[in-house]
């Protein structure tokens, strides 16, 4: 069952008491733990790089785990008018599918074809909204790479992104000068994945931080933008920037495809890439062949950094564990009470008497001494 969310600055929200950036509409019947998770998804920054021109908006695949279900989350988030206060406003539209719901759909980036589905402004109430709406599936896929052969001067940048994915889904970072060419991009590199593989790849045409629970393979940057000087800074992944691709692309299969227009060409690449990792993943677990009859058996290969960590181990001395009161059998504390057993307790008035008595004997015997001053006086005076 798909479910959806819109997310904005109202005066009244969904939830009794609700204002301010809140949910608006919501389908009846969503889970509260996946409602949080996709106003959590609702970020958007705004920025003075984007004065003059139109603001970036951010399309974003990802998947969440919600208890014993995965969804496929895709996310619209831009700007909007300003709110009831007069500030600057946001307005996010999550649509939450099973991946039984996206058959339709031949690969993530068609899901934002449809733009009469996607809420960019809200006047409304808060409402809740129909079960089991679903955008209209896209028309004909993309047959070449001329986004990024105009863009970046060569469209075997865009192989760039498919090796990434067949290499484990490696993180790629890309600065594009308009944000209105992101789905674009998007939609021809993904041409370069094998079509079992594209619903894995996570995305964002906008993108500013990494929600927990989350994960984004190709995250874009407007050029200007904060995040595009932070990437140009010290981008730690792979870095795509129309300014520095004049030069020509490392040459590989990826590359090659993309500049002859023959996506399909890398599918059995990635097949055998797979099949490569998947035998030496079973080489590893296997166990070894089993020794000749006349043959000593001979002792496990290990690893020298392996060795080293079971020696440094056998050597450490053993951690005392300091004991949980959990732990201790209640009959152990069968002997006390809360206030004390009988036979406590007057020990402990005698032990306070004991405690006092010097300090008593010190008062009386000053006392004395001042009755027998008194009685010396007063016979004097009578004498």
């Not at 208890?67 to 895709?74: E, G, L, M």
């Not at 409304?124 to 986004?147: H, I, K, N, V, Y």
């Amino acid at each position: 069952m798909s479910y959806e969310l819109v997310y904005t600055s109202a005066r009244r929200g969904l939830r009794v008491g609700a204002s301010g950036f809140c949910t608006v509409a919501a389908t009846e019947g969503i889970p509260r733990t996946l409602q949080d998770k996709l106003e959590s998804l609702s970020g958007y920054r705004h920025e003075e790089s984007f004065a003059g021109r139109e603001p970036p908006i951010n399309f974003a695949h990802t998947t969440v785990r919600i208890q014993r279900t995965i969804y496929h989350v895709f996310s619209r988030v831009g700007t909007a008018a300003k709110d009831h206060t007069r500030r600057s406003n946001k307005i996010a539209h999550h649509l939450a599918v099973t991946s039984q719901e996206l058959q339709d759909f031949e690969q993530p980036v068609a899901v934002f074809a449809d733009t009469d589905f996607w809420v960019d402004e809200w006047t409304s109430e808060p409402t809740w909204l129909d079960a089991g709406r679903l955008p209209a599936a896209a028309g004909t896929p993309p047959a070449d790479f001329a986004t990024w052969e105009r863009i970046f001067g060569d469209a075997g940048w865009a192989g760039l992104l498919g090796q990434a994915v067949s290499d484990g889904f490696r993180s790629v970072n890309i600065i594009v000068p308009s944000s209105g060419d992101a789905l674009r991009l998007l939609e021809e590199a993904m041409q370069l994945v094998k079509p079992d593989d594209r619903w894995q790849v996570c995305f964002s045409t906008h993108f500013s931080r990494q929600v927990s629970g989350t994960t984004c393979h190709w995250r874009m940057a407007l050029d200007g933008s904060a995040e595009a000087r932070k990437l140009r800074a010290r981008s730690q992944s792979l870095l795509l920037d129309p300014a520095g691709s004049r030069s020509l692309p490392q040459d590989n299969a990826y590359v090659q495809a993309a500049q002859a227009g023959r996506p399909e060409s890398v599918y059995e690449l990635a097949s055998s890439a797979d099949r490569r990792r998947i035998s030496l993943r079973q080489d590893a677990l296997a166990p070894p062949p089993a020794a000749a009859a006349d043959q000593p058996a001979s002792e496990p290969v290990v690893r020298p950094s392996v060795r080293r960590r079971q020696e440094a181990r056998r050597r450490a001395k053993p951690v005392p564990q300091s004991r949980s009161p959990f732990d201790v059998d209640e009959s152990e504390y069968a002997h006390v009470s809360i206030g004390g057993s009988e036979d406590e307790q007057p020990v402990r008035r005698r032990r306070r008497r004991r405690r006092h008595k010097p300090a008593v004997i010190g008062v009386l015997l000053l006392a004395a001494v001042v009755l027998v001053i008194l009685a010396y006086l007063g016979i004097r005076l009578v004498t």
